[in-house]
């Protein structure tokens, strides 16, 4: 049972449905979980038990599986089983050519088994309206749609579909350690690497001969680091970290994964540019990139990273999976903490094609979806950018939304995107906020990034755990549920022994950290991180400090081995007069506010951003941006100039004598000179 684990890695689910029955979905056509059939007293494995004439066949292929144990779904915890009937399992062997169970393999049946069980508990009511964030016991994920189906009395009711096949026949049967989804159809499992999942798409039959010709396919054939060990102890029963006021929970990840994120044009949008061979996309690609790269423009062989068409391709894919949802922060999150009349949520993604960037952004009102190389706020834009369909609202007979393989994902896009000119010198000439779980592939692929679970009570002590004082059993400190990273298995990353260990942790909706989640960096840590790459110019560098704490210690910041000024010690708060920082209220109109950023900008710090905070209200019930708050400030670094074809690394080193310091990281700012030095229009506040 070694892969099966109280932690999993978080991936993806996708859910698609039509208009109405998303309608229907998010209201209230369940009759809510208090009404769930509930099997009192049964756990998921008694519950399959005691309709042995129902499931006979899917309890033998569990307990015929070596990788997964049938008692397990007998234990307290957390799960989905979407159990196939007996026909089912019977269809299944037909089509097999087999006619007993006894034909199967071990191999087969650990396939199946694994494939059903989910170790967390998803109701029908969590299809509504959200991406299910957990994988299967197989590690993929299980897309869901779902469509309307006329019952016997007239009415209109929903059908949920798995991996569009696979219909539930009676859903949310609630049992003591989860719920269990009856099936018609066993699950298919998916096992095509992405270029192979694309290779079958017909829709985008000409990106597909250009990832072909250029090689760029065999660039995405990885899967799982076969060199990557962790201990079972520390993906199976945590590791307990003082941080501050609370406790982190880390579990460290099990395997590590390798995934590809794609935006890709179908056949028909290339047609609207009068592209419709292959001859025409290359000359189309040539006309962008040698504008660009000049020096290039003779490299004619398309596997050459430097060849135009190449770097079209390249262009397209992030190495790492990310589905539609976790692009950007979610709803739940924007809504709660975002000022999004003035910012729209955004990441930027290093991508494939060498010294380029991708920005992801999140607009509401009525231009709400995501978006390419997006520029501008709502519909208040300089460049509106190439929209991502995403979920889009089809049935499970048709195509969209998250287009999943075992290494990847895909997007359709509505339009061309390039790293062209435009890209370059007007959509990324502005403020880059980057998230620091979004620094590295690893997070993004592992689901460390929007995960979390969070409670209370005490922590197991851990005594001379990397020399920490004994953890507190007070049933009402905070504790998170993390996931954890050796040094090694973190792209873009690099951390010596005496960081005694770096996670992504989720802090939810009621602290400061931007997006919700942070990087937590601990013990006398001495860590490197690489720059997303930028366009050619000078830019400010920057990283959003949380302040206030003993435990932040004192950091000395280095970009590129050269020392930027002198520590800063992050035990102090931002009133501290070395800082000076002053509330808004307490400066009074605009024109002294102005005048006091423009003074404290001299000093090398700025206020947090006014577009977002944490859900604390004030007095008047207003939320608190952290623009107001004097523990969550920006502090500027260095400046620095991007040739637009070179890596720069920012080294963080802990100078107090500590084994148990943290840096809580959250983000950075690269912010070019047409905006932190603009005398016509200053820097916004947002």
């Known amino acids: 049972m070694t892969t099966i684990r109280k932690f999993r890695h978080i991936l993806s689910c996708t859910l698609i449905c039509l208009p109405f029955i998303i309608h229907l979905c998010s209201c209230n056509d369940d009759p809510g979980v208090e009404n769930y059939y509930t099997a009192k007293g049964e756990m998921a494995s008694t519950y399959l038990m005691n309709r042995e004439d129902k499931f006979s066949d899917f309890i033998s292929i569990i307990q015929r599986s070596p990788l997964v144990n049938f008692d397990l779904l007998g234990t307290y915890g957390s799960y989905t089983v979407f159990a196939p009937t007996n026909e089912a399992v019977e269809n299944y062997l037909h089509g097999r050519g087999m006619t007993s169970i006894d034909e199967l393999t071990p191999e087969d049946c650990d396939t199946i088994a694994a494939t059903h069980i989910i170790e967390q508990s998803f109701f029908t009511t969590d299809f509504s309206d959200m991406t299910l964030p957990t994988q299967n016991m197989l590690d993929r994920y299980l897309t869901i749609t779902c469509d309307s189906v006329q019952a016997d009395d007239g009415s209109t009711d929903i059908a949920y579909y798995i991996n569009k096949k696979s ?263 502005e403020r880059l906020r980057i998230d620091a779980t979004s620094l590295s592939p690893d997070f993004m692929t592992s689901g460390a990034r929007g995960h979390g679970v969070r409670g209370t009570g005490g922590c197991p002590e851990f005594p001379g755990q990397y020399g920490q004082k004994s953890f507190s059993s007070d049933p009402n400190v905070n504790i998170n549920t993390c996931i954890g990273f050796k040094s090694g298995s973190v792209t873009n990353f690099e951390f010596s022994d005496v960081t005694t260990h770096l996670h992504v942790r989720n802090r939810y909706l009621d602290f400061w950290s931007y997006y919700g989640d942070e990087v937590m960096i601990c013990g006398m840590y001495d860590v490197k991180f690489k720059l997303p790459p930028v366009p050619e110019g000078d830019y400010e560098f920057r990283i959003q400090v949380c302040l206030g704490f003993d435990n932040r210690g004192i950091i000395q910041v280095y970009l590129d081995d050269f020392p930027c000024g002198i520590p800063v010690d992050m035990r102090r708060q931002g009133v501290d007069p070395s800082i000076g920082w002053r509330s808004d209220t307490e400066l009074g109109d605009e024109e002294a506010i102005n005048a006091y950023d423009r003074a404290m900008h001299n000093r090398g710090w700025m206020k ?48 107090l004598d500590t084994s148990n310091g943290t840096f809580p990281f959250d983000y950075i700012e690269l912010c070019p000179s047409s905006v932190y030095s603009n005398e016509y229009y200053p820097e916004d506040k947002w």
């Open 167 to 429: 219909m539930l026949i009676m859903r949310d049967d609630s049992v003591e350690n989860g719920v269990v989804h009856t099936l018609d159809r066993v699950i298919d499992a998916a096992n095509e690497m992405l270029p192979d999942l694309m290779q079958q798409d017909s829709t985008i039959s000409l990106f597909y001969s250009a990832l072909d010709l250029t090689g760029m396919k065999d660039s995405m054939q990885k899967y799982i680091d076969e060199t990557y060990y962790c201990s079972p102890d520390s993906f199976d029963e945590g590791h307990c970290y003082a941080t501050a006021e609370e406790y982190d929970n880390v579990f460290y990840m099990e395997k590590r994964y390798f995934g590809f994120t794609g935006f890709i044009e179908t056949n028909d949008v290339f047609a609207k540019h009068g592209i419709y061979t292959l001859d025409d996309l290359k000359a189309y690609a040539k006309q962008v990139y040698d504008d660009m790269y000049p020096e290039d423009a003779n490299i004619d062989d398309p596997t050459d990273r430097r060849n135009s068409l190449n770097r079209f391709v390249s262009y397209h894919f992030l190495p790492e999976r990310i589905i539609y949802n976790m692009l950007t922060a979610d709803n739940k999150l924007l809504t709660a903490n975002f000022d999004r009349r003035h910012w729209d949520a955004a990441d930027w993604y290093e991508t494939m094609m060498p010294y380029s960037i991708l920005k992801v952004s999140f607009p509401s009102g009525s231009e709400q979806g995501r978006y390419v190389n997006r520029r501008g706020v709502q519909n208040r834009k300089d460049s509106r950018g190439v929209k991502v369909p995403g979920a889009r609202i089809l049935s499970p007979n048709e195509a969209g939304g998250d287009l999943m393989a075992v290494n990847g994902i895909y997007h359709y896009i509505t339009d061309i995107i390039t790293y062209g000119r435009e890209t370059q010198e007007v959509v990324l000439n």
């Open 608 to 655: 947090g951003p006014a577009s977002y905070g944490n859900t604390a209200v004030d007095g008047s019930g207003q939320r608190v941006p952290n623009r107001n708050t004097q523990y969550t400030l920006r502090r500027i670094y260095t400046t620095f100039h991007s040739d637009g074809k070179s890596d720069h690394w920012v080294r963080v080193q802990q100078k």
